[in-house]
């Protein structure tokens, strides 16, 4: 995958970057001493469950230092038309935090992927992020991490984000949403008007958590659930994607602008995810400005 290939490339180049030929001494003191001998080191648990489904595991990488009181969450959740994917392919996502961000933590997670219609996406997919989301609530003491967390989430991973911040966070634990072409509004004439849309979507909703007059294509939308209570959002839309239409993410812009939330809406050339180098750049320094604005490290 191109994006794959970009991100990698962009996190092997910030490290290079980083790089310094100058040498420092450190002054040791008994207090460093201490500290040294206390803090914790650098953790990566692969695969942890969260559920009984063999699909609902996590990663997470957690930085060296850290601590219950500074060290906060970046949630990446994958795409794939709701039915496909892995949380292997946000991989790159992980380097490029770890590079630009290292006091921060990292979670990938899997959720059940849809199998319509014995098995419906939503709202189940949503509540797998919950799930993560409260068993990161009762692990943090223990693992020594702060219970705010941010999403970056792509394609069909991004639209399960936005749901979950704009129609599940009470609690206001999620800071911000990274959407990158996330399907926002089912409503859109791209969709409404397909052929067998309507099917299709009602095949990818458990009929029986909603109620039974629902209009799908408006609940399931996060152009049409925002709110003003609703987190911070960056939008990443390319001009000629064929999946998920530039007018979606016009939408949204409007429905953010609307609703009074923060966002950036940002178009590139290019499709699916289908962008240059330049453009993959630009998504790298957004995202670590929204995380340094609304995910700060306090000292």
């Known amino acids: 995958m191109k994006l794959l290939y970009i991100l990698c490339l962009l996190a092997a180049m910030s490290w290079s970057c980083s790089d310094s030929d100058e040498t420092t001494t450190d002054v040791i003191t008994p207090d460093t001493e201490m500290e040294e001998a206390v803090a914790l080191e650098a953790l990566t648990l692969l695969d942890v469950p ?113 749901m979950y911040d704009y129609t599940y966070d009470v609690d206001d634990q999620v800071k911000f949403v990274a959407n990158i072409v996330g399907p926002a509004d089912f409503t859109d004439p791209f969709y409404a008007d397909g052929p067998g849309f309507e099917i299709y979507i009602a095949a990818l909703t458990d009929e029986t958590a909603y109620p039974e007059d629902a209009n799908y294509s408006e609940l399931l939308s996060p152009a049409k659930v925002v709110t003003a209570s609703a987190s911070p959002t960056l939008q990443f839309y390319g001009d000629q994607d064929p999946l998920v239409p530039l007018t979606n993410g016009q939408r949204l812009d409007t429905a953010l602008s609307n609703a009074g939330v923060p966002h950036i809406f940002t178009i590139y050339e290019g499709g699916h995810g289908d962008w240059d180098a330049t453009s993959y750049l630009d998504v790298q320094q957004k995202i670590g400005a929204y995380i340094d604005l609304y995910l700060p490290i306090e000292d």
């Open 50 to 162: 969260y559920g009984n489904d063999p699909a609902q595991v996590y990663d997470i990488y957690l930085p060296a230092g850290r601590s219950a009181a500074k060290t906060k969450m970046i949630i990446l959740i994958h795409g794939g038309g709701w039915t496909e994917g892995d949380k292997e392919n946000v991989s790159a996502f992980i380097n490029l935090v770890q590079s630009q961000h290292p006091d921060y933590g990292v979670v990938n997670m899997n959720y059940i992927l849809a199998d319509p219609p014995a098995i419906p996406a939503f709202p189940n997919q949503f509540l797998d992020v919950q799930a993560v989301i409260n068993q990161l609530n009762d692990t943090g003491s223990e693992l020594q991490f702060n219970n705010e967390y941010a999403f970056i989430g792509l394609s069909a991973g991004a639209h399960i984000a936005m």
